[in-house]
């Protein structure tokens, strides 16, 4: 992202949730903004104010996007008929064939044009969980992190603060090398992929984090390195876990444990280790996330997409567990509509309501995505980054939400189309629907995917 | 709604899909259109003409939403909280408290506002099961059809055609007469309730049909009346069924039977009826269905809102009946929405994907909703009524989309916000997102629904 302003900004929020517990919503909330950071926060300010923005509608601290593959919104829609149609294992397949099209550049300009998306949605921070990292042979680029650099760009010129999630991914299965479209996902060896990933150069605002794909993709030993480097570096650490019953039935025949008993074992969990999906886990495993403070991503609108079923939510935040969201496969781009579908999809399997409060939902959605991220924020409060998002209350499915009921509202009703104003870093990415930056992401969408599909037999 | 005008229009659609069983989306379709039906279809009409209006993006046939609680509109947002987030019955409570608070003057506002918003979404028919009938006390108004002229009304001034599903009420359970806020949706008896139907007053466009409420409000021999009456004005009968496990065991329990087979033994089942909701079925309620190719009106928002559980769509319509789709708590008003949940709510059950492909959906959304409905219909040819849509392909998220899977593209990604053209009945309903007649509905939503709730104590 370009540096943001050194000025002084000042903008006058009609509505405000300043994040945290508490579902108060406050009126005409100024919030002063320096060199990317809340500066002040004066409630109620009164209606009327000279040189300030004025933010109609309500604003809440900025979205974060916790598991993203950009590459993968080529896919939306065209996964659906004959070939792919099956379940989560045909569906990879697919995703395999975009992958080996795919080169710095095309990745450049299909990131960036994801990340525009994700900024109209009010998405401020978002975790890329990257493992293209050699070309389609499996040989190292020349410039050995080219694909991450391109990431990397794609974020900044979209506006939209990236942690960079350098993926670990050495075999194809418990007792499988890495084959066919794979090969450009791994490294030689886990020592391979910490000297790869120490000469990552980023920029200031970037985070660079580690992920291990998964426990089929990496062996416990390596898990530790992986493990040690992030420590090392104070930096997240992310990992796929139990999306689907098959990779719970391979860990238990290789290993004798479940995933989540494997990543315990091999040392990963932790309060900066991320486990994604979490969507088939025993009782035991349930408590071991918990007990460790390990966070859990939930993607629902790929799970629900991808027919993975849907995870225990409600018990693992009982357990201990702090939640937070990603669009995953972006099938839908709207923090949202995942915030909802936690509660929702624990409906329809429980035939009970209840489950997640909407203050909750926004929580993991902001300030859980942001800690998940490695990053602070997520509180409109002094001293946070200005990362902040304004919804409009006028649009057929936010108009007449009445105060009491207006995080409900917002939760379950709104909608990424609904975003009209976005600051990330005190830096406006977002006015009046429209990106400052990219002018037009649907433009830069179709452009980016297009072509990809055009050369195909 | 107005007159359609009289003169002819032309559009020219850059991409369509023309309704039926076929898949496929045609380039540069010339729609004709006179006294508000088709009158001409060319394809490949060329890219440039004049005296046209061109459609950009893919145009489909109207949608119909097949199952509305108009007034439910009020209680998005309002119902997550602690007092009403117990489960189906807890919310209920909530509606019947908003339920008391209407009159023909407040229902006419909020309708029209709903209306518009639906119009906005790309529906152009709706049905309305419709039980507001008298004064709270129960007492008929003066003029006893007063809350049905208000819908008609509403949705005349917001240009979607109606199907007014007047609703036998007759008691609040099996064993229990009609209580508090229940009053006002009760007729004395069936015979009661066929005189005051057979007064209602509508203009040409509107479709009046019948609908009993539901086996736990509504005796077997009232049944039949309901029937009769509907069968000797070859009007569509509309009746909720098994949306909730209690009914099923009250049902059981009262008659021995389930709500279905009551329903088939009371002769409701046929081709001009369409139970709603048909969420908790036996294979023995599947396969009366099917046989007596009663159609199904599934309502997956409100179902997933509600914490109803998944209904067996798939099984459903191999058994034979056809499928419809409804927004009924306006929880969401988006059919394409409803239309993929019907899909990613039986992944989720199932851990399967292919339920149900896209042009089935969108059949279900278009011809199925509007046959559901007493209408022809849902199809783009010569002669049919002049209802269309189109959805812009150019927004964050419909871009890219490519064109062997335009359709799965549009029932998996596209969203009422999409919505760019709505013509009903050959008149243009909205145009270029805004609504022609009612201009802000957002305010007009805003203006019904906030003094509902700032008059309760």
């Known amino acids: 992202m370009r540096p943001a302003p050194s000025g002084a900004h000042r903008y006058l929020?009609?509505?405000?949730?300043?994040?945290g517990p508490s579902p108060v919503v406050?009126?005409?909330?100024?919030?002063?903004?320096?060199?990317?950071?809340?500066?002040?926060?004066?409630?109620?300010?009164?209606?009327?104010?000279?040189?300030?923005?004025?933010?109609?509608?309500?604003?809440?601290?900025?979205?974060?996007?916790?598991?993203?593959?950009?590459?993968?919104?080529?896919l939306r829609g065209r996964t659906h008929g004959r070939?792919?149609?099956?379940?989560?294992?045909?569906?990879?397949?697919?995703?395999?064939?975009?992958?080996?099209?795919?080169?710095?550049?095309?990745?450049?300009?299909?990131?960036?044009?994801?990340?525009?998306?994700?900024?109209?949605?009010?998405?401020c921070?978002?975790?890329?969980?990257?493992?293209?990292?050699?070309?389609?042979?499996?040989?190292?680029?020349?410039?050995?992190?080219?694909?991450?650099?391109?990431?990397?760009?794609?974020?900044s010129e979209a506006g939209v603060r990236l942690t960079l999630l350098d993926t670990c991914y050495l075999r194809g299965g418990f007792d499988r090398p890495l084959d066919g479209p794979q090969k450009r996902f791994g490294d030689r060896d886990a020592h391979a992929w910490a000297r790869r990933a120490d000469l990552i150069e980023v920029?200031?605002?970037?985070?660079?984090?580690?992920?291990?794909?998964?426990v089929r993709a990496v062996d416990p030993g390596s898990m530790e390195v992986v493990r040690e480097w992030a420590d090392g570096r104070g930096a997240p650490l992310h990992v796929h876990v139990s999306e689907q019953r098959a990779e719970n039935e391979a860990c238990l025949a290789a290993t004798g444990r479940t995933p989540v008993g494997l990543l315990e074992a091999s040392g990963v969990l932790g309060p900066t280790t991320t486990v994604v999906h979490a969507t088939h886990l025993s009782g035991d495993d349930i408590a071991r996330l918990g007990a460790s403070s390990t966070r859990v991503c939930l993607c629902p609108t790929t799970e629900r997409d991808l027919a993975?079923?849907?995870?225990?939510?409600?018990?693992?935040?009982?357990?201990g567990s702090p939640l937070c969201f990603g669009s995953?496969?972006?099938?839908?781009?709207?923090?949202?509509?995942?915030?909802?579908?936690?509660?929702?999809?624990?409906?329809?399997v429980t035939e009970r309501r209840g489950h997640h409060s909407a203050?909750?939902?926004?929580q993991a959605a902001t300030a859980g995505g942001m800690r998940s991220l490695g990053r602070s924020g997520g509180v409109l409060e002094p001293g946070a980054p200005a990362d902040f998002v304004t919804v409009r209350l006028d649009s057929p499915r936010t108009a007449g939400a009445g105060a009491p009921g207006l995080l409900d509202h917002l939760v379950f009703a709104a909608s990424g189309a609904d975003v009209t104003h976005v600051v990330t870093e005190g830096r406006p990415v977002v006015v009046d629907g429209a990106h400052v930056g990219l002018v037009d992401v649907g433009h830069a969408l179709a452009e980016a995917i297009t072509p990809l599909f055009e050369e195909q037999p």
Do not use: C
């Not at 099938?331 to 509509?337: K, T």
């Open 13 to 19: 929020a009609e509505l405000a949730w300043l994040g």
């Open 26 to 74: 406050e009126k005409e909330v100024l919030l002063e903004v320096h060199n990317g950071r809340i500066a002040a926060v004066t409630h109620q300010a009164g209606p009327r104010r000279d040189g300030v923005v004025r933010l109609a509608g309500l604003t809440i601290p900025g979205l974060a996007n916790a598991h993203s593959h950009a590459f993968q919104r080529a």
């Open 83 to 123: 070939t792919s149609n099956g379940d989560f294992w045909s569906w990879r397949d697919a995703m395999y064939g975009l992958a080996a099209r795919l080169d710095p550049e095309r990745l450049l300009a299909l990131a960036r044009a994801v990340y525009g998306e994700m900024a109209l949605a009010g998405i």
């Open 125 to 155: 921070a978002v975790g890329e969980f990257h493992y293209l990292h050699h070309s389609p042979s499996g040989r190292p680029y020349g410039e050995a992190n080219v694909m991450g650099g391109a990431l990397v760009q794609a974020a």
């Open 203 to 214: 920029p200031d605002d970037t985070v660079i984090g580690a992920a291990i794909h998964s």
């Open 308 to 319: 993975d079923g849907v995870g225990p939510a409600a018990a693992l935040v009982t357990a």
């Open 328 to 348: 995953d496969s972006h099938a839908v781009v709207d923090l949202f509509e995942e915030a909802r579908a936690v509660e929702l999809d624990e409906r329809l």
């Open 359 to 362: 203050v909750d939902l926004l």
